[in-house]
């Protein structure tokens, strides 16, 4: 199992103040030196994961405290030179609401000349929330983005010249990547999901589909990649092609484990702060859904509320309630180790965990458990998955 | 019982079926729908049909019409579509009305071609873009829940909060496809086409603005603005008043309508 380090490089001081956290906070909650102190922590945590043999991962958020990261490719360009062994995988940049794919392909492609072929491209719709900031109509989003798509992977692919490309979208005179990208034809693509129709869009590309901590996702998106990926490609889905995301916080003991993942958790609990106006533009959600959200005279979040069981949880959750969620993996090493594998072996298995820390967690509370995790779990995780298929890419 | 004023049936303009309501007899009044859609059932539509043939086509996307094809994406895209809406239906000497977003259209049709038209009455219009880039002319109805809408729509405290937990499903699945499309065409710019105000002064036929005193969505100089946008046009501000005069006042706006018809006829 290859094990990805990746925080949200939030600025968690402005957590405290009322003010909303997405679209709308003043620019002055955040204190520019102390954001400079906080984003080299967080370069320094990452250039710590490749020292200690883990992947990378960045994502990218608008107008929002929980996530300083304004371009994952961005921040991939200053890791390249930071790093020297680790996978840079951006996940994503969001083609749904970023206007111009020809800037995403020629991004892509000089992360991955920098890095010297280490990028991994995600490709995603990217939060509702933002078409708010960039504009792009929700309506026509979901076109938009597959058209976006088909645009950066034949920007990326073609190597003999310009193209021109004219459409109600998208209009270039002389598209042509240049740099092109050091992997060929593209760097390997990821994409996010939570429903299986898009888990089988991805397995028909054969992409990598990542699982953001909703365990009832990856239950029914794993099963639905891999049968279209065995029909598609006819032969099995290599594990290496199915990842999950948790909240992974380790320590020596279990009382600072829960202590540091409380801390963690705020991040879940502040990114749901969302003003209910930015939730639901219109044609995010079908008009029967959006129908039934009128009659309820509500808006609503994917976040899940309760236990598997149906029981609500605590407000806000406790660290207990989102271990057995499967959205938080956290206690000793051999504890994190049989909570991950509990949950790998109900879902099938799946080759890549991308390890978010982060939040108000210290940056020694950060590298001590990035420590851990990479002394005494990653080596376990490896062998599961090595036991699993022995011919894992 | 009260006999309907009107009813509805399908036809296909431009390979679209249109949902068009029609009632009443006299001069042609084509009605063009806010944002929501169109509502028969208003009282002030039973008003206007008492007096003339009043014609209601819901907009691709909105009512019982067909979704709108895949070029159409703006209301100019719209506006040809009428076009040939006029022409299919051969509508001649229309008095044209444009409620909100159906203002938007209809100014958008009438600086193509005003060959089908005899006066046009724009209320509480969208559309245009006047004022500088920091300036917002017309408040962001995309940044407020659907279900928030009446708040911003109406100025009687007693229409802002409207139980739509008794609507019926049918009901409520139309006014959420109708904001679908609604953001379709008006999500941005917002609400408005960034070339619509260079070209007002095309429109040559009489047209008289009208507008709720307390509209919170476009404010009453907004709609000084497109009156003096339109040479000749006159303006009635009805107190009381929010984004939708015609229903929360609709015998002010029946009267000034009526006054407006009255002095085309006499041309």
Known sequence: MQSWYFSEQSYAPAWDDPQRPKVTPPGDLVDPEIAHRL???????????????????????????????????????????????????????????????????????????????????????????????????????????????????????????????????????????????????????????????????????????????????????????????????????PLDRLCYLGQVVVARDEKTAHERARKLLRFNEVSERIDPRFINPPGMMPPAENARLLKSGTTTTHRNRTLPDGTPMSDPPTPREQIINHVLFAGTPDQVYGQIKTFYDSVGGFGNLLVQLGGPMTHDEICDSLRLYANDVMPRLQALTRAQEPVAA | MQAQPGASRLIEVAGTQVDLWEGGSGRPVLLLHPGDGFDAGAAYVAELAARHRVIAPSCPGFGRSGNPPAYMRSVDDLSYFYLDLLDALDLRGLVVIGFSFGGWLAAEIAVKS?????????????????????????????????????????HDE??????????????????????????????????????????????????????????????????????????????????????????????????ALERFVGTVAAR
Not at chain 1, 119 to 141: C, D, H, Q, R
Not at chain 1, 169 to 178: F, S
Not at chain 2, 215 to 244: C, E, L, P
Request: proline letters at 6%.
């Open chain 1, 39 to 237: 984003l080299r922590e967080y370069i320094a945590e990452c250039k710590l994961a490749d020292e200690l043999g883990m992947n990378i991962m960045t994502n990218e958020h608008h107008a929002t405290v929980t996530c300083m990261s304004v371009s994952a490719l961005m921040t991939l360009a200053v890791l390249a030179t930071h790093t020297r062994r680790a996978r840079l995988l951006a996940l994503g940049v969001p083609i749904m609401n970023r206007m111009d794919p020809y800037r995403v392909a020629e991004e892509a492609a000089y992360v991955d000349v920098l890095s010297r072929g280490r990028l991994e491209l995600g490709l995603i719709k990217g939060s509702t929330f933002e078409l708010y900031m960039s504009n792009a109509n929700p309506v026509t989003a979901n076109a938009r983005y597959w058209e976006a798509h088909d645009l950066i992977v034949t920007a990326l692919s073609k190597r003999d010249g310009p193209i021109s490309y004219e459409s109600d979208n998208y209009n270039y005179r002389y598209l042509n990547v240049i740099p092109p990208s050091y992997q060929r034809p593209t760097p390997p693509i990821w994409m996010t999901t939570l429903a299986p129709q898009t888990a089988r869009e991805a397995a028909q590309r054969g992409y990598v589909i990542a699982i953001t901590a909703v365990a009832r996702a990856a239950r029914a998106c794993f099963p639905a990649y891999r049968e279209e990926y065995q029909r598609v490609h006819g032969r099995p889905a």
């Open chain 2, 114 to 154: 005003t060959a089908r038209m005899a006066a046009l009455c724009l209320v509480d219009t969208v559309g245009a873009k006047f004022s500088d880039p920091m300036t917002r002319d017309i408040t962001d109805l995309f940044s407020v829940p659907l279900y928030q809408h009446p708040q911003w729509l109406y």
């Open chain 2, 158 to 255: 007693t229409l802002r909060h409207p139980a739509y937990k008794d609507l019926p499903d049918e009901a409520a699945a139309i006014l959420a496809r109708n904001h679908q499309t609604f953001g379709l065409f008006g999500w941005a710019p917002t609400l408005h086409s960034r070339h619509l105000h260079h070209r007002l002064h095309r429109i040559g036929i009489p047209t008289h603005i009208v507008w709720g005193a307390q509209d919170r969505v476009v404010a009453v100089d907004y709609g000084r603005t497109w009156q003096q946008s339109i040479a000749g046009a006159g303006m009635t501000v009805i107190d009381n008043a929010g984004h939708y005069p015609h229903v929360e006042q609709p015998g002010a706006f029946i009267a």
